[in-house]
């Protein structure tokens, strides 16, 4: 019973490591993935966003009902952007008309939020900013 213990008493810290180590590496891999994710999410709005400036007839106009992050949480409803994320997004293809705040008409009392994004094709491509 005596060996039992010792060896117990041995492992015993070797184990708590091993659990920890564990629990460690699988938050550091959980935060990377979110931001594989986030990176992959963005250059597919950017691409979706350079696919319609291609489809747009010159002239032609675009306009998004885009999921705002305003308002109080929520389980369902579109995906949430910022403001910057959805400029970040069609800027570089489409010259943003305008951008502004809505309310989604919904049957629900508390109706989600949304920007209301208008642009239009691009005469000339986008500048860079200067300094």
Same mark, same amino acid.
């Given at each position: $019973?005596?060996?039992?213990?010792?060896?117990?008493?041995? $492992? %015993?810290?070797?184990?708590?490591?091993?659990?920890? $180590?564990?629990?460690?590496?699988?938050?550091?891999?959980? @935060?990377?993935?979110? +931001? #594989? @994710? *986030? +990176?992959?999410?963005? #250059?597919?709005?950017?691409?979706?966003?350079?696919?319609?400036?291609?489809?747009?007839?010159?002239?032609?106009?675009?306009?998004?009902?885009?999921?705002?992050?305003?308002?109080?949480?929520?389980?369902?409803?579109?995906?949430?952007? #910022?403001?910057?994320?959805?400029?970040?997004?069609?800027? !570089?293809?489409?010259?943003?008309?305008?951008? @502004?705040?809505?309310?989604?008409?919904?049957? %629900? !009392?508390?109706?989600? +939020?949304?920007?209301?994004?208008?642009?239009?094709?691009?005469? *000339?491509?986008?500048?860079?900013?200067?300094?």
């Amino acid at each position: $019973f005596r060996k039992i213990v010792r060896v117990c008493f041995f $492992f %015993f810290p070797v184990i708590i490591a091993f659990v920890v $180590f564990m629990y460690r590496s699988f938050i550091y891999m959980q @935060k990377r993935a979110i +931001k #594989t @994710k *986030e +990176k992959i999410l963005s #250059t597919a709005r950017k691409l979706f966003a350079a696919n319609v400036s291609r489809s747009l007839s010159p002239g032609g106009i675009w306009a998004s009902l885009i999921g705002s992050t305003e308002g109080a949480a929520r389980e369902t409803g579109p995906p949430r952007r #910022t403001a910057s994320e959805v400029i970040a997004s069609v800027e !570089p293809y489409l010259e943003i008309v305008e951008l @502004k705040s809505v309310l989604f008409r919904t049957n %629900f !009392p508390n109706a989600p +939020k949304a920007w209301l994004c208008v642009s239009r094709q691009r005469k *000339e491509p986008a500048q860079p900013s200067g300094r």
